[in-house]
């Protein structure tokens, strides 16, 4: 119920999570951050009105394995019990720096074989948890939400696939295409934004930008990103713009229609200061060719905010792209692996959102509302407003 708080609201199950190929990163921090919140609740003496086995643990993390065989095939071994818990498996699917041995060989884990494992881990629980959430921050396959003539929708099939298996609800961040959620009708399915976080970030850093329409402005790279650009821009108040590229649709090169001309629709941005909001940026260079426009028409500070910045091209086009002065910062969360060459740039900045992860797993297993923390309009008003002295 709206505006219950976690002393009031018996969880639904013991809490446990499983932190499929992002233990370190994300997992972990997680996992410390529920531990501290419950314990600081009992030494304050606000103790829940209710009495459950395993909710003050030192740890909720659940220990398991994903062995393979030398063919390349694999297993999960989960190593303690999970009968009864209510469990959530939270799983980076884009984190490229593991590995694993086939043929004597080493592969980097795909998305594919961490989707693999979520079902594996699922089938190991043997139907023994009293409810599953998959936890995936970047939805796998997500960039593929919609079917073209004879292609395959893989999106909407790996979610109906997590719905048969048990799972009750899907949580994301900043998916491509919400509207995916269409293919699983009967199951939950939240996508949480990270607007909040973000702006908190890049107006905390840069003291001198003024959020308001005459220096500020948000960008969208393409047509695809206007709806997120539009909410930024509602948010702060301020104007936001859009590129749009003209194709040659008469052609096709390697799958693809050529790009003829690159259109900016939007107000004059000379002299301002913009943010460039996406998704994802796999190499960057759509971010990187829409900041090189924006310098053409003499705006003031390039930032870059991207949810999930996979830079799996490594830090040199992004090196070179600093030097040529194409942008100033970029920003991206921790909520999958970034190589460490680029965290320690100085034009970087990671956004940790494993505080905001933790609020929402402890919220939902006490059975509680996430709409209050999903709206995140309010908050940043306020800190508009402490930005402005009110």
């Known amino acids: 119920m709206p505006g219950t708080k976690f002393d009031e609201a018996m969880p639904f199950a013991p809490l446990k999570i499983i932190s499929i190929g992002n233990r370190n990163e994300l997992g972990m921090k997680i996992d410390k951050l529920i531990t501290a919140r419950r314990k600081k609740a009992l030494l304050d003496n606000c103790k829940p009105a209710f009495k459950m086995p395993g909710y003050n643990e030192n740890s909720y993390l659940v220990p398991f394995e994903c062995p393979r065989f030398g063919t390349g095939e694999g297993k999960a071994v989960i190593n303690k019990s999970i009968r009864g818990t209510d469990l959530y498996i939270i799983a980076d699917t884009v984190n490229y720096s593991n590995t694993y041995t086939m043929r004597g060989c080493e592969s980097h884990m795909s998305p594919d074989d961490y989707f693999m494992d979520i079902k594996r881990v699922i089938m190991a629980c043997g139907g023994h948890p009293r409810r599953i959430t998959v936890i995936m921050p970047y939805l796998y396959e997500g960039r593929q939400h919609l079917r ?147 310098r053409k028409r003499n705006v003031g500070k390039i930032i870059i905010c991207v949810t999930f910045g996979l830079f799996s091209n490594g830090a040199g086009e992004i090196d070179e792209a600093y030097k040529q002065n194409i942008f100033d910062e970029i920003y991206t969360t921790n909520l999958c692996y970034c190589p460490e060459e680029i965290k ?21 297993n006490h059975d509680i509302s996430v709409n209050e923390i999903m709206d995140a309009s309010q908050k940043i008003q306020e800190l508009l407003a402490d930005r402005q002295g009110v």
């Open 148 to 294: 073209v003539n004879n292609e395959s929708l893989d999106c909407a099939q790996a979610l109906q696939e997590l719905a048969e298996m048990g799972v009750k609800t899907i949580i994301t961040f900043d998916a491509h295409d919400s509207r995916v959620q269409n293919a699983i009708p009967t199951i939950g399915f939240e996508n949480f934004f990270t607007s909040y976080q973000f702006i908190s970030a890049f107006l905390n850093n840069n003291p001198e930008i003024k959020p308001d329409k005459d220096h500020l402005m948000i960008i969208s790279p393409d047509e695809g990103g206007m709806r997120r650009a539009v909410y930024y821009a509602s948010l702060l108040g301020v104007d936001m713009g859009m590129f749009y590229k003209k194709r040659d649709y008469s052609k096709n090169i390697d799958g693809m229609h050529p790009v003829v001309s690159i259109e900016f629709l939007g107000n004059d941005v000379s002299g301002k200061d913009v943010v460039i909001v996406d998704d994802m940026a796999a190499s960057g260079h759509t971010a990187f060719e829409t900041a090189k426009e924006l």
């Open 344 to 364: 320690n740039k100085s034009y970087y900045h990671n956004v940790d959102l494993s505080s905001y992860t933790a609020l929402i797993i402890d919220t939902l």
